[in-house]
């Protein structure tokens, strides 16, 4: 008994109706010329991951569901074949108000010109980036459907969608009403890690039911989430068989055959192993670095928030310093070099080595490069000024007053020619608020928002040992790896001189913003108390600037944004 399946793990772009239709009917014909008479669509596939509060408008509810009636008809012709499908269902009984209306995250079952079923996801998250009980209502029923194999004899197949899969029960109920199978189509945003721990539950629903599984994974960048792909199938014996690449569009296959072991007559007699196809038996693409991981997701998520909306190419200030210098690579690995400049803006404080450094860096990636000087407006403003602050030392405000000259000039430079400026922030800054509002923090896009410092520097390390656009040259000049960190905003300054050494920064950052640790549990852990209460008081006092920084990549499981959601007027200490 041999059933092919297709794992379609797509790039969807939300919002995009019919390009997403099209997606998905070019990927049902491709499956079926290969042999395939089952494809899995990733969650929500017709709209894509998430649409937000597009979901509570009629009009888009309805535009969905003429985009699934494409689906159908396009595939039609194609005999045997059977399709899932995400998308949403309901909310369009206008007699009602939005928050009585029922709607539903749902997947279609469509074969030959019909909708066999339509399921609808029963456990919805709402932790974390998810919000999903916001928009549908959970669904109450079980979906098994048959497939037929290359013998003509049925293959009972259980669906669930992302969350109901780690949940117990979805998949007992699936398995009651006579699954062989388990077909879990799925959108979970990467973190670091996140791909073991899905394996790790869904190895958790094979020992359960002792039924193989099926995991279809969608792929690419929407606004600050991305996901990884990184599809996979697991046999009754809950062993990896199959996996896709990460962060890539994919046709991943697998076949079903007569389990070996037979541990529940009833129900183990369907296995899933790897495909052979021209020859060549399905790989299980390896596991990579937590570097490698952070790497393409950074990529993937720059590249498809650029492209997505239509930004011809990104702009960013590079002063010299780490920060700036990764952006640089990793726009460039996202973009190319010719959708890339780099802009230099040197002040009176700003080192000969930052000059020569940067010079080199734009050199070694091909980019376009340009030097500004500051130092005139930032003389103009000074003497604007002067009757205002006469008497008064020099302080933060004309350190600020420099970064917002920057800030400025990239968003004149953003308006003329079209592109995007990335900002350089990265999370330890956003933390302590070791930014500038409508300076360094002007801009589009920030691409590091949720890297801590000492990450940055293990990515540009990584980088300079990586090459995965065969280069062949290390792109970050290594003084600026292992020079001390400075804003060059005044004489001699150094990050250190207002900010704990960052491998202590960052370790309270970790367990106080992402793990909720207490104060009082972060020094028992062994960190100097005035350490410990100076940074959570940066991190307190500062949601004001957070609040209005762009939007970024999230890469760690609790980011500052829809993870971190903290009342910026509050009193409590």
């Keep these: ?92 009984d206008r007699s009602k108000s939005l928050a009585v209306q029922r709607r539903f995250n749902a997947a279609s079952v469509i074969s030959e010109g019909r909708i066999l079923e339509t399921y609808a996801k029963r456990e919805l998250p709402n932790y974390q980036v998810f919000d ?24 009972s197949v259980g669906l669930l969608i992302c969350e109901d899969a780690w949940f117990e029960e979805p998949a007992r109920l699936a398995k009651e009403a006579g699954a062989q199978v388990l077909a879990v189509i799925n959108a979970s945003p990467f973190h670091v890690g996140k791909g073991g721990e899905r394996v790790e539950r869904m190895a958790n629903r094979v020992k359960a039911t002792g039924l193989p599984l099926v995991y279809a994974h969608l792929v690419g960048g929407q606004d600050e989430v991305v996901f990884d792909g990184a599809s996979f199938a697991l046999n009754h014996h809950a062993e990896l068989v199959a996996r896709a690449a990460s962060f890539k569009e994919e046709l991943l296959f697998i076949c079903t055959n007569r389990a070996v072991s037979s541990i529940d007559t009833a129900y183990s007699a369907i296995n899933i192993v790897a495909s052979e196809i021209d020859g060549q038996i399905t790989p299980i693409a ?101 009757g205002e602050f006469k008497g008064l030392a020099e302080d933060t405000t004309e350190e600020n007053i420099q970064a917002r000259i920057r800030g400025t000039l990239l968003m004149a430079l953003s308006n003329k020619f079209g592109s995007m400026v990335l900002t350089t922030g990265n999370k330890s800054e956003m933390a302590t608020g070791y930014c500038t509002l409508y300076g360094d923090m002007a801009g589009g896009f920030a691409a590091i928002k949720d890297i801590a410092k000492t990450t940055v520097f293990k990515l540009c390390q990584w980088r300079n040992l990586n090459d995965p656009n065969g280069t062949g040259s290390k792109p970050i000049p290594e003084r600026i790896i292992t020079r001390p960190p400075s804003a060059e905003l005044r004489a001699d300054q150094k990050d250190q001189d207002s900010l704990p050494e960052y491998e202590i920064l960052d370790a309270i950052l970790q367990r106080y913003m992402e793990n909720d640790e207490s104060i009082a549990d972060i020094i028992a852990a062994g960190f100097d108390e005035k350490d410990v209460q100076r940074v959570t008081h940066l991190i307190k006092i500062n949601e004001h600037k957070r609040r209005q920084a762009p939007i970024g990549i999230r890469v760690t499981h609790r980011s500052f944004g829809k993870d971190w959601r903290y009342p910026i007027t509050n009193k409590f200490r």
């Design 286 to 386: 390896p596991l990579r670095s937590s570097e490698a991981d952070l790497w393409d997701a950074l990529v993937l998520g720059i590249r498809d928030y650029l492209g997505k909306n239509s930004f011809p190419g990104a702009i960013l200030g590079l002063s010299g310093g780490i920060d700036s210098a990764l952006v640089l690579a990793l726009a460039v690995d996202a973009l190319g070099k010719d959708k890339v400049r780099a802009v230099m803006m040197p002040s009176p404080y700003t080192a000969d080595i930052s000059w020569i450094d940067a010079r080199d860096m734009a050199d070694r990636l091909g980019v376009r490069y340009d030097e500004i000087s500051i130092v005139p407006e930032f003389v103009a403003f000074k003497a604007s000024l002067a």
């Design 132 to 155: 999903e009980r916001r928009y549908f209502t959970p669904g109450q029923g079980v979906c098994v459907f048959q497939v037929e194999d290359e013998h003509g004899q049925q293959v």
């Design 1 to 92: 008994m041999t059933l092919k399946i297709c794992i379609a793990q797509l790039n969807l772009h939300v919002g995009d109706l019919a390009g997403n239709a099209q997606k998905i009917i070019k990927a049902a014909n491709d499956a079926y010329a290969q042999g395939a008479r089952l494809l899995l669509t990733p969650e929500l596939s017709i709209c894509g991951y998430a649409a937000e509060d597009l979901f509570l408008r009629p009009a888009f509810i309805t535009a969905c569901h003429d985009a699934v009636k494409t689906v159908v008809t396009a595939c039609a012709g194609l005999k045997g074949m059977v399709i899932v499908v995400g998308h949403p269902v309901g909310g369009d």
